[in-house]
């Protein structure tokens, strides 16, 4: 069995803090970086993107996207890409390795699965233990074949598209961004109308990016409330110019910090406020969380707006099942911030969380329990049992190769009164390289153990 932990482990340690203070300048959003690369590597004509994220993620999208003929460079703090023009795609002659990244591997089999041409992908440990099974069924509907596949659709797998794909209405059986975008990605490349059946919504950057590339994407909401949303497939993408906003996914750990280090008080500038992804500061503001929300404008098709967070206190709350898709990747952090909290907070509906870069839930769980955090944890809920004083910590949290876990916990101790330790803080550069220098900037007191 494959270590989930890096060759070369890098383990941190978080220490109660003083009070934190200025700006925390969050890097670029992960999705909307994704997409930028794979539309503007896709579209005809040349597209300039700002305010990337240069996460080890994104980079592995870049490699792939060069390697299916796309000509990307970087100038200066712009990223340009020249596209190969829809249908155009050039089989790669090598596999393609997503690292860690769920998102770019699952996104970029849509991309390629329609095409009459064999790709294999890989990635890492985490990686390799996820299920492809999820995005692999839609495009076999689609004509896909599938040729090598570990334990029912692990990697390392290798597809084949078509000669021609056929288009298809789809229902989500899970409530997934990144298997909508892989059927719609893929419909691109077929003749007629590729329909996505979305019950729960999830986050909709695909089908805003699309129309920004000049696709128009029609979305009809049912009489039950599910978004019906459908492509045209082999039309033009023109290439375009994208700035992406402050990554929400990533601030939330500058945001929780804040909030439970006491006499604290940052600004967290140019923050995305997508409703799709704004579950979190949802939650935190009904805790009790000081968290005004300014200057609400739009740049490159998306609300933004400026945070100042000032430390509260915390009581717990019930988070509904209903919001789970608008937060999945913040439930980690929100268990510690409800760690510091009076009384009891309870997650429901989160068995998403299972399949993330690790097992979430148990990740988050075995997080708390060697910290001394009471809580308890059912098949697809949480429930945290707060101390506002803090009064534990003094453990080493397994990442297991996962970025968010290592982050959350580092934030856990910087309140907390004994110190957390975790055992490898590597995976931190998929999404937020900056992570320790930035929370270094604030005040916070994270070092090496
Ligand atoms: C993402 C979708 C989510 C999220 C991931 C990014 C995306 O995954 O967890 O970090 O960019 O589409 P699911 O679609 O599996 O929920």
Not at 124 to 146: I, T
Not at 283 to 310: H, K, P, Q, Y
Request: glycine letters at 12%.
């Amino acid at each position: 069995m494959t270590s989930h932990i890096s060759e070369n482990p890098s383990p941190l340690r978080a220490v109660r803090s003083g009070a934190l203070a200025d700006t925390a300048a969050i890097p670029g959003d992960k999705s909307i970086s994704h997409r930028s690369i794979i539309f503007g590597g896709l579209a005809c004509g040349r597209s300039r993107v700002t305010g990337l994220l240069e996460g080890e993620d994104v980079l592995h999208a870049i490699d792939a996207m060069r390697a299916l003929g796309a000509r990307i460079v970087k100038d200066g703090e712009c990223w340009v890409i020249d596209g190969t023009g829809n249908g155009a795609l050039l089989a790669p002659e090598d596999p393609l390795d997503f690292g860690n990244s769920g998102t770019a591997c699952r996104l970029f089999m849509g991309l390629t699965g329609s095409y009459d041409f064999a790709t294999t992908f890989t990635g890492d440990a985490s990686l390799s233990s996820r299920p492809m099974g999820r995005v692999l069924e839609p495009l076999k509907l689609m004509g896909m074949q599938v040729f090598e596949e570990q334990d029912g659709g692990r990697l390392p797998i290798t597809i084949h598209g078509p000669r021609v794909a056929n288009p298809i209405s789809y229902r989500l059986p899970v409530a997934s961004a990144q298997v909508k975008s892989a059927v719609l990605l893929a419909g691109l490349n077929a003749p007629g109308i590729t329909t996505v059946i979305e019950p729960v919504a999830t986050r909709d950057h695909t089908e805003k990016m699309l129309e920004g590339f000049g696709v128009p994407v029609a979305i009809e909401t049912d009489g039950k409330g599910a978004r019906h949303i459908s492509v045209t497939g082999q039309q033009k993408l023109t290439g375009c110019d994208i700035a992406v906003p402050a990554d929400p996914s990533s601030a939330a750990f500058a945001i929780v910090a804040a909030l439970i280090v006491p006499g604290s008080q940052v600004n967290v500038p140019g923050v995305m406020m997508n409703p799709t992804r704004t579950g979190l500061i949802a939650t935190l503001i009904e805790m009790g969380g000081d968290i005004a929300i300014e200057n609400r404008r739009l740049s490159g098709g998306e609300e933004i707006a400026d945070l100042t967070v000032r430390s509260s206190e915390l009581k717990g709350v019930s988070v509904p099942a209903s919001r789970a898709a608008s937060m999945i990747d913040e439930y980690p952090v929100l268990a510690v911030a409800a760690a510091f909290a009076e009384g009891d907070t309870l997650m429901a509906g989160v068995h998403e969380l299972r399949v993330k870069e690790s097992d979430r839930l148990a990740a988050t769980a075995a997080g708390l329990t060697a910290n001394g955090v009471a809580h308890e944890e059912g098949s697809d809920w949480l429930k945290v049992t707060g101390d506002p004083k803090g009064n534990f910590g003094g453990g080493t949290v397994a990442t297991l190769l996962d970025h968010r876990i290592a982050m959350s916990f580092l934030v856990m101790g910087l309140a907390s009164e004994k110190p957390v330790t975790v055992d490898d803080a590597s995976p931190i550069a998929t999404s937020f390289p900056q992570f320790t220098d930035l929370m270094a900037g604030l005040g916070a007191r994270i070092d090496e153990s």
